[in-house]
């Protein structure tokens, strides 16, 4: 074992095994953690990672294996104990109630709780924490009127009121602009420096050298490698993760822009709560062009792929697709436009999870032949259809008709993306693509796109990953607060600045 | 030891078909402790029902007479309630398509053709359930009004309107002031088959087989099946939530529209008091006792009728209250909401403890 390994471990977790209908998500999984020590966990998707985090926040229950905290075999049987223990988790999707206040929801569910808490005592204490880990928020504001990244901090500010020791962040920066990252940082930074710990789970190689002291890898429920992060480079560890070389360059064709496929002309729309999200925005999107879109979520890319898609009215402006008007035009008429989407919400909205993959490879097929005659469906062709889609497209499923919810996060969205270019004409919307997918997956989904784009499809790309925007996309947009902040051929846009443009610094210098 | 609960990958068609039956059977045993209670002994009171429902040619033919309804409402509650569109108004839909079908027999029938006046009487009939049940389905699509609400409370709606039009201006004057309508033209009698037992048994049977090829073979079907699992992802498929679920629920009612229709000119032959024995209600058991599929829902019905029956049975021979079979529909409900556990999960028993879990698995 590494030399590196603390002399007393703070958690140490001895053989952990959990498995679910078909799948073994961890096979005894040794872990330490030592006192003051930022541990990454990195892996694929469906590497254990996430399981064996919830194991020690008490959310699910190890078939086997034993957990020590202070070196004293504790028993974890629910979230309360494991925060009894000092432990914290801070999940990827936030658990907050969004209609209360951040005070109100760091003592929401706290044991020992009096029948009436002392408000103003919490907003004291609260204010505190957040002045002394520098994790600015307002204890009165309500959760609903926050930022994805200051609803994180809430989360980190609920734990540390707790009192947590040691500190889970689960994919913690999936949600950040770089900047915000940044100041994520700095808070862990402090922790450790009190003698806190913490474990972040990642598939990102830039975040385990920059936050941790120390890497363990997972692949397929078993460690793979522990190692102390300074002496490891991201190429070592993404050939561990992954288990073979990773190219992270995608090969594609020169640029070659044809006609316009997709137009907007000062596009207003409104929210979900009815504040303006779209703010006269106008773009192009070319046939054989990836035109990128870059911003921090929030800042209108899921209103502006509702209102190509049909599924959002649009409040003014207008919108072609090739050089028809769409403009408030119903979903159904957009589809038979040849436009597909890819939903930035893929378990609600792209596919349905307790259908089968069969099913959901059908949806948009299922109008046509070959698989319907017309009011009739035709379940062979489905099944035969499906059968093509799963081995083309590489989706591990144990057959056509398991239910979808049972697939890992890749394989759902390699399903919706096998059904939405099975059928795009012309245009391409992908909202997130490969958001929280593993680098096999995400290989496979930027392929894709560079396959639609070199086809001569228009391909409309939502990211908040830079890296991707840069290297898969021709032409990058960066969308703030529902406006274009500005429009640059990819070969010429400096990362740097482009994150500066998504957290609206030019604006605010401009204005000011 | 421990138990564990383990999510199905994909849903057993065993423990589909064990757990309604397996619910069946502990409603039996629940219902056997109550009739203890009573100083009754269950085991002849299960006999005397079962011959009350089965045990002649005319218990059962009187069986099916009560499960022709049950059927055709449990087919449109099933149906509505695979969109979650929670129609508990299967008896307003009912009755009111029975008052339809009693206005057609009997101020047209002095007019129309013969041939002609029961097909009207039954179209009719129809579409005052489909129209019924059409309110609730606007209100939710256009205004977001819960449906629950709207179908519960529409049915005294159609209850009470049914009493005031034969209690008054439709009351039969020739009726010695008994509370009807006069008799149906013998034109607007649905044909009977076998005792009391009418062709509503053949339109439920053929209704049955018919929503279930729509539902598991047609586009439309398809589409209801994605927008019952995901109203969102039915939006973005291009499917339109709102017109598919009206449509829907108009055929819904319209089926439980048909049980009203039936119920009229096949057994009453007149509009008059207890129209429905609450099958309306009875319907909902029936549906998810049948796990909303229609092939299952004929069958359900049967065996919901025959705890009627026996039940009525058990009232005239052993003096025990009629209400002991509605009891135990009751009853069944309750062992089937806990049985969905068992459709949907898988149990697994394991050690408890670490140690102990490695001796286990070594012997499993």
Redesign the interface.
Known sequence: MDASEPKVPLVEMR?IRKS???VTACDGVDLRLGRGEVLALLGENGAGKSTLMNVLAGLYRP????IRIGGKPVEIRSPRDSAAHGVGMVHQNFMLVDTMTVAENVVLGMAGLPLVPDMAEVKRSVLELAEKYGLRVDPDAYVWQLSVGEQQRVEILKQLYRKAEILVLDEPTAVLTPQESEELNVVVQRMKAEGKSAVFITHKMEEVMTFSDRVMVLRKGKVVVEKVTSETSPRDLAKLMVGREVLFRVEKKSFEPGAVILELKDVRALDDRGLPALRDLSLKVRAGEILGIAGVAGNGQRELSEVI?G?RPVSSGGISINCVETTNK???E???SGVS?I?Q?RI????????SVA?NL???G??DAPI?RG???L?RRILDLARRMIESFRIAT?SP???VK?LSGGNIQKTILAREIESCRSLLVAVYPSRGLDIGATEAVRKELVAQRDAGMAVLLVSEDIEELLSVADTVLVLYEGRAMGTFPSAEADPEELGLLMAGVERKETVS | MSILFEKRKNISRTAQVLVPAASFVVSLILTGILLLAFGADPFATYRAMFRGAFGSGRAFTETLVKAIPLMLTGLGVALAFRLRFWNIGAEGQLTLAGVAATGVAIFWGRWMPSFLLLPTVILVGCLAGAAWAGIPALLRTRLKVDETLVTLMLNYVAILFSEYLYYGPWRDPKGYGFPGTEPFPEAAWMPRIAGRAHLGLVFALFLALALWFVLNRTRWGFELKILGASPQAARYQGISVERNIVLAILVSGALCGLAGVGEVTGISRRLQQGLSLGYGYTAIIVAWMGQLNPLAVPFVAVLMAALLVGGDQVQMMMGLPASMGILMQGMILFPLLAGSLFTEYRIKRTARHPAAGAAAEGAE
Not at chain 1, 63 to 66: A, N, P, V
Not at chain 1, 348 to 355: F, K, L, Q, R, T
């Open positions: 053989g679910f209908p078909g078939d086997e294996g034993e898609t599924l119903t979903p159904l957009i589809i038979r989407h939903p919400d609600a909205v792209g596919a349905v999870g307790d259908m099913s059908a949806m948009k299922y109008r319907s009011v009739l469906l379940p144990p008709e398991t239910r049972f």
